[in-house]
């Protein structure tokens, strides 16, 4: 398979399988590059952020059950 038949098949995705998939390659791709790179100062800031900012930002991979929690906590901390 080609990379442009790849590319045309992964388009056909709906939405939400494409965005799995776009954070499965980029964790595979840091988990590839970040070993060989001593951590800089803004990834061990990054680490420090709250889980649900973590996981927009792509640095981990929340399920969706932590992910609503994570931001209802969040709200109840800003709004309270």
Known sequence: MTLQEL???ALQLP???RWRLVQSL?????????????PSPTVKLLVDLDPWTQ?????LQLG???????????LE???H
Do not use: C, M, R, W
């Not at 996981?55 to 640095?59: C, Q, R």
């Not at 969706?64 to 969040?74: A, G, K, P, Q």
């Open 7 to 9: 590319q045309q098949q």
């Open 15 to 17: 939405i939400s399988d």
């Open 26 to 38: 980029l964790a595979s791709i840091q988990q590839e590059t970040l070993p060989s790179i001593s």
């Open 55 to 59: 996981s927009l930002i792509g640095i």
């Open 64 to 74: 969706t059950e932590n992910l609503t929690e994570s931001y209802v906590d969040y």
């Open 77 to 79: 901390e800003k709004y």
